[in-house]
């Protein structure tokens, strides 16, 4: 009994030995577990906090990514997923400064150059020169490759039909955008930009097919109204003033927000296979108008002489067949200035000629007795009398006696005058003054 008692004993101590190490183990367990766990909920923590910053850092980085500058030569549109966006007073366009919006894609930014002219150069009604001018010129123009414009057709004598001539010109147009960049972006069809590229480079290319034909358009329709002349000489510059109205008349009809400097023409001129003939013509024509402008210049310049400050009635009356003869009368009786002289000198003159003749013919008739009794005594008479009167009035006399023998007498005569004879007959005139 007593062994199973020991035994019993020695079984429980076991136990109870075994169940503190299990409690023992279990206490440590715990205490690693709660290390661990105090460990990995720092990491996280920290973990969290980088990502926190991290975030925020991206959200800053975002906003700040939304910040642009609009230069000076620049306005700007903001489209929010591809709708313009404006402000409560329903501005659309940023001005230049520093403005901020979403980063793409929420917004985009389209900045539009309205300063500095813009320029087009317009070759559509030139000839084609492969030589750049240094070949032959052909005999004739080819229709195919060379581009032309047609002039007003001009009447010409002794043809049925009207004549069309044919023009090359070059033109340029200068042209801005500044007035309404708004309705531009909203009217004119401009490509997506590509990376790299720049928003004014490509609304030129994407805006000159339509500014091409408005303009190529324009031009025919207006050079239709000249001719030749007035396109290549005389009326180039009211031929650009016309054609930069109608093309802006144009472009605002549609809308474009385009506006129009001007048109300039760089080179008008006929064909070259004809370039001789027309040479010509402008020379002739320029003669013909200058003996016309010298005509006029001399019909007016009499007139205003003969007439005065009725120049105009005469003139008017002169050319209407109608007028009574009395009011002529009265219109002649009226003339002032340099026709009253001459009327008045031409009067003075016949009077004059009139009495000389008279006084002629009564010396005639009183000398014909004296002549019929000895016509060789008065030939001889008259001749010296008259010889009288023609050296009376020269101022250096040289008289040469005949010569006795029948020799011929050599003389010789200095052709510098004297002066003193000059100064001596202008003081005897003087005096008989």
């Known amino acids: 009994?007593?062994?199973?008692?020991?035994?019993?004993?020695?079984?429980?101590?076991?136990?109870?030995?075994?169940?503190?190490?299990?409690?023992?183990?279990?206490?440590?367990?715990?205490?690693?577990?709660?290390?661990?766990?105090?460990?990995?909920?720092?990491?996280?923590?920290?973990?969290?906090?980088?990502?926190?910053?991290?975030?925020?850092?991206?959200?800053?980085?975002?906003?700040?990514?939304?910040?642009?500058?609009?230069?000076?030569?620049?306005?700007?549109?903001?489209?929010?997923?591809?709708?313009?966006?404006?402000?409560?007073?329903?501005?659309?366009?940023?001005?230049?400064?520093?403005?901020?919006?979403?980063?793409?894609?929420?917004?985009?930014?389209?900045?539009?150059?309205?300063?500095?002219?813009?320029?087009?150069?317009?070759?559509?009604?030139?000839?084609?020169?492969?030589?750049?001018?240094?070949?032959?010129?052909?005999?004739?123009?080819?229709?195919?490759?060379?581009?032309?414009?047609?002039?007003?057709?001009?009447?010409?004598?002794?043809?049925?039909?009207?004549?069309?001539?044919?023009?090359?010109?070059?033109?340029?147009?200068?042209?801005?955008?500044?007035?309404?960049?708004?309705?531009?972006?909203?009217?004119?069809?401009?490509?997506?930009?590509?990376?790299?590229?720049?928003?004014?480079?490509?609304?030129s290319e994407s805006v000159k097919p339509l500014l091409q034909c408005v303009c190529d358009n324009t031009i025919i329709t207006t050079l239709v109204k000249y001719s030749i002349d007035e396109a290549t000489i005389t009326a180039k510059s009211k031929i650009a003033s016309e054609v930069t109205r109608a093309v802006q008349k144009r472009l605002d009809e549609l809308n474009t927000g385009i506006t129009v400097k001007d048109m300039q023409i760089l080179v008008m001129t006929w064909p070259r296979q004809v370039n001789e003939a027309f040479q010509a013509s402008i020379k002739a024509s320029q003669t013909r108008k200058k003996i016309e402008t010298d005509a006029w210049g001399y019909y007016e310049k009499t007139l205003n002489e003969a007439a005065g400050q009725y120049a105009e009635d005469i003139y008017a009356a002169l050319m209407d067949p109608a007028t009574p003869k009395d009011q002529m009368d009265m219109l002649w009786s009226k003339l002032a200035g340099e026709g009253r002289g001459k009327i008045a000198d031409a009067r003075a003159y016949k009077t004059t000629m009139v009495e000389n003749a008279r006084a002629n013919a009564d010396y005639l008739m009183r000398l014909l007795p004296q002549y019929q009794a000895r016509p060789e005594l008065v030939v001889q008479k008259l001749y010296q009398d008259t010889l009288e009167e023609v050296l009376d009035n020269v101022d250096e006399k040289i008289i040469v006696q005949p010569s006795t023998d029948g020799k011929t007498r050599e003389f010789r005569v200095m052709i510098n005058r004297d002066p003193k004879i000059k100064n001596e007959k202008k003081t005897n005139e003087e005096t008989n003054q």
Request: aromatic share 10%; glycine share 6%; net charge negative.
């Open 1 to 203: 009994m007593a062994h199973k008692h020991d035994h019993k004993c020695g079984c429980d101590h076991h136990h109870k030995v075994s169940i503190e190490d299990q409690q023992m183990s279990q206490v440590d367990f715990v205490q690693d577990m709660d290390s661990g766990s105090k460990a990995l909920a720092e990491a996280l923590r920290l973990s969290f906090m980088i990502l926190k910053l991290i975030m925020i850092v991206l959200v800053i980085l975002f906003f700040a990514s939304g910040v642009f500058t609009v230069e000076k030569n620049e306005k700007a549109l903001v489209l929010r997923f591809g709708k313009v966006l404006s402000d409560g007073t329903g501005t659309k366009l940023l001005e230049p400064g520093l403005h901020w919006a979403f980063p793409y894609p929420i917004d985009e930014i389209v900045k539009i150059p309205v300063s500095g002219t813009q320029k087009l150069a317009l070759e559509s009604f030139w000839y084609f020169d492969p030589s750049e001018g240094k070949g032959r010129v052909p005999e004739t123009l080819n229709p195919i490759q060379d581009s032309y414009c047609l002039t007003r057709n001009d009447s010409i004598e002794g043809l049925k039909n009207n004549d069309y001539n044919i023009v090359h010109c070059n033109w340029q147009l200068n042209y801005t955008i500044e007035d309404d960049p708004y309705a531009f972006f909203k009217n004119i069809n401009v490509r997506q930009v590509k990376p790299g590229e720049l928003y004014s480079d490509v609304i």
